[in-house]
């Protein structure tokens, strides 16, 4: 009972994170391009931040099944401090958005958001950075994934610290959130194919 118990435990984070990671992934996107109504926009921006969390809780359960668990464990908690700030960013951007009406937010309310911006790139690089440490030798994953995980994450650090506090593509650099995005997007799908090696290697976990 105890080994399946863990079994279901297992399964289910996974599931939960593959969930998460779609949501997040489609979110973004919609969030940047597509012409929402108002209130979607709003529960949109809320949500997307617990989605990253629950996301890589589910990744961090999936890679803890095959060692190397402290660098997993970092980028789940390091990626669910980058959701909270990524909704706290685009709420404060769309709450200074409500309140100016259509004017120009002042330079000092605008700093706030940009510097909330480069927080949430900071922590989702370094969260990026421990699970791909985590994915190097897993047999899911593997050095593809540790290694464009690796490059993508260190490029956003660097561009975003070398252009502080403007934002990369603001200051004629590369904007390397798409990326990320898809190297997400990328993991999830291969967690959502490894649902049956989640299911055997769990229940034979004590």
């Known amino acids: 009972m105890e080994i399946r118990g863990n079994t279901v435990a297992v399964l289910t984070s996974a599931r939960l994170g593959i969930v998460g990671g779609?949501?997040?992934?489609?979110?973004?996107?919609?969030?940047l391009f597509a012409p929402l109504p108002k209130h979607a926009v709003f529960t949109l921006a809320a949500l997307?931040?617990?989605?990253?969390?629950?996301?890589?809780?589910?990744?961090q359960q999936v890679l803890d099944l095959e060692g190397m668990r402290v660098w997993s464990r970092l980028g789940a908690g390091l990626n669910a401090l980058a959701g909270a700030l990524l909704s706290a960013m685009l709420l404060v951007q769309l709450?200074?958005?409500e309140y100016v009406a259509g004017g120009k937010a002042s330079r000092e309310?605008?700093?706030?958001?940009?510097?909330?911006?480069?927080a949430w790139d900071a922590y989702v690089g370094l969260g990026t950075?421990?699970?791909?440490?985590?994915?190097?030798?897993?047999?899911?994953?593997?050095?593809?994934?540790?290694?464009?995980?690796?490059?993508i994450a260190v490029a956003l650090?660097?561009?975003?610290?070398?252009?502080?506090?403007?934002?990369?593509?603001?200051?004629?650099?590369?904007?390397?959130?798409?990326?990320?995005g898809l190297w997400y997007l990328a993991v999830t799908l291969q967690?959502?194919?490894?649902?049956?090696?989640v299911r055997e290697r769990a229940l034979s976990t004590p």
């Open 22 to 31: 779609l949501f997040t992934c489609i979110a973004y996107p919609l969030l």
């Open 48 to 59: 997307i931040g617990p989605a990253l969390g629950i996301a890589s809780f589910g990744l």
């Open 95 to 97: 709450a200074v958005g």
């Open 109 to 118: 309310v605008v700093a706030v958001w940009l510097g909330l911006d480069v």
């Open 129 to 151: 950075i421990c699970f791909s440490v985590a994915m190097l030798r897993h047999p899911r994953f593997g050095r593809a994934f540790a290694f464009s995980g690796l490059a």
């Open 157 to 180: 650090l660097a561009l975003n610290f070398y252009s502080f506090p403007t934002p990369p593509a603001a200051a004629g650099l590369v904007d390397l959130g798409p990326a990320v």
């Open 191 to 197: 967690m959502w194919r490894s649902l049956s090696w």
